[in-house]
C-alpha cells in the first residue's frame, strides 16, 4: 500500500521560503512521476509542479517556474518543493501525488495521479 506523508507547510511572510517534504511508502514500481498540486479555498486544484522517478524531468506551472524547485532523494524516498519568493496567491493545501507509469500527456491532470497525501497548508501572508 503506498503511502505519502507531507510535510513542512507553515505561514510565512511575502518573500518568505519553504521546503515542503513528501516521504513516499510502499512503492514497488520503479518507473512514476511524483508531483506537488495545490488548492486554495473556493478553487480547483492546480498542477505546480512533477518529476520523474529518476530524477531526470521536470515540469512547473508558469506561474511557479523560476521560484519552485521540485527535487528527488531516491535513497530516501522523498520529493522535496523548496519554495522561494513566495507570494500571496500561493497560499494553499499542497498535496503530494504520485503517478504510475511513464504517462507525459497526463502529468498535469490531477484526476490521472494513483496515489495522494494528505496535504500541507501554505500560507503566505503580505
Known amino acids: 500500500q503506498v503511502q505519502l506523508v507531507e510535510s513542512g507547510g507553515g505561514l510565512v511572510q511575502t518573500g518568505d521560503s519553504l521546503r515542503l517534504s513528501c516521504a513516499a511508502s510502499?512503492?514497488?514500481?520503479?518507473?512514476?512521476?511524483m508531483g506537488w498540486f495545490r488548492q486554495a479555498p473556493g478553487k480547483e486544484r492546480e498542477f505546480v509542479a512533477t518529476?520523474?522517478?529518476?530524477?531526470?524531468?521536470?515540469y512547473y506551472v508558469d506561474s511557479v517556474k523560476g521560484r519552485f524547485t521540485i527535487s528527488t532523494d531516491n535513497a530516501k524516498n522523498t520529493v522535496y518543493l523548496q519554495m522561494n519568493s513566495l507570494k500571496p496567491e500561493d497560499t494553499a493545501v499542497y498535496y503530494c501525488?504520485?503517478?504510475?507509469?511513464?504517462?507525459?500527456?497526463?502529468?498535469?491532470?490531477?484526476?490521472?495521479?494513483?496515489?495522494w497525501g494528505q496535504g500541507t497548508q501554505v500560507t503566505v501572508s503580505s
Open positions: 501525488a504520485l503517478q504510475r507509469g511513464f504517462r507525459l500527456a497526463t502529468i498535469r491532470r490531477p484526476d490521472e495521479y494513483d496515489y
Open positions: 510502499g512503492v514497488t514500481f520503479s518507473t512514476y512521476f
Open positions: 518529476i520523474s522517478s529518476s530524477g531526470t524531468r521536470t
